[in-house]
């Protein structure tokens, strides 16, 4: 006799076992499968910057406050430069429109600079500043400077370098051998004969007369002999490679940049290519 309670429905061993594990699926022994496998679930933030570096290989990393978020850096520079631009370009519209640009432009410079614009400088005349009496010594002895030694500065150029070291403290007499000495040593100057030996530099001008010649000791050279002024007299030598015009005794001859010798204590000058000879008598000068 078969119960009431028994149900038409025939359930299977498996079916039974998943309905108790609710739903889950199960083993071939009935027991529930368990995935180990963790799951994650991105923020936002990361899945905003996960598209970015999709499409630009290039893109940001840092995402710090002080980033524009969502562009590559790249792209960022380019918005600071072009905010950057648009400041400058504005600035200097405001300044266009308005009177004084240029003073405002130069104070804000010197702000930025952390520094004054210098003073101009002054340029007075050292003459100026001396005594009546002092003027006059001065005034004299550049006369007598100028006319001892010529062919370089002017009278009004030595006056002001005597002027000069007389306002320094130095007095007339002293202020004058050192102007001396220092005018003897600029190019084109004529050095009294004398002077020669003492001059600091190499090549010298001089001007006399062609006392003396004698006839050479080698073929190199072209004439030798002595040239004399009221001061003193020196030998010279005219090299045959200088290809010189050749002089005579009895003439006035100027001698520009020769070049200083010594030989047994003793100095003389030579007339080398870069020498030149003039003939002041003859109102002109000749060199070849």
């Known amino acids: ?150 062919g370089g500065w002017s009278r009004a150029v030595v006056a002001k370098q005597l002027a000069e070291k007389v306002q320094r403290g130095r007095d007339v007499t002293k202020a004058v051998l050192e102007t001396l000495e220092e005018l003897k040593a600029v190019p084109g100057a004529i050095v009294p004969i004398a002077d020669v030996p003492d001059v600091p530099v190499g090549e010298v001008t001089v001007e006399g007369e062609i006392t003396q010649l004698w006839d050479p000791s080698d073929t190199s050279i072209s004439q030798v002999g002595l040239i004399e002024d009221d001061s003193g007299k020196i030998k010279f030598t005219i090299w045959e490679a200088s290809r010189k015009t050749v002089v005579s005794e009895g003439e006035t001859v100027r001698f520009r940049a020769v070049k200083k010798n010594w030989y047994q204590g003793r100095c003389s000058i030579a007339i080398t290519g870069w020498s030149r000879i003039e003939f002041p008598e003859r109102g002109r000068w000749w060199e070849e």
């Open 1 to 150: 006799m078969s119960s009431n309670n028994a149900s038409g429905k025939v359930v299977s061993v498996d079916e039974q076992a998943f309905e108790k594990a609710g739903g889950q699926a199960v083993d071939e022994d009935g027991f529930p499968v368990v995935d180990e496998t963790p799951e994650f679930e991105a923020a936002v933030e990361q899945e905003t910057q996960a598209k970015v570096d999709a499409n630009h290989p290039d893109g940001i990393a840092d995402t710090s406050e002080d980033r524009i978020h969502g562009v590559t850096l790249e792209q960022e520079e380019r918005i600071r430069a072009r905010e950057a631009e648009l400041e400058r370009i504005s600035a200097q519209a405001e300044l266009g429109t308005q009177d004084g640009r240029e003073q405002r432009t130069r104070e804000v410079v010197s702000e930025h600079c952390g520094r004054d614009e210098p003073a101009p400088a002054e340029r007075t005349d050292p003459r100026e500043k001396l005594a009546q009496e002092e003027l006059a010594a001065v005034n004299k002895q550049a006369m007598r400077i100028s006319d001892e030694v010529q």
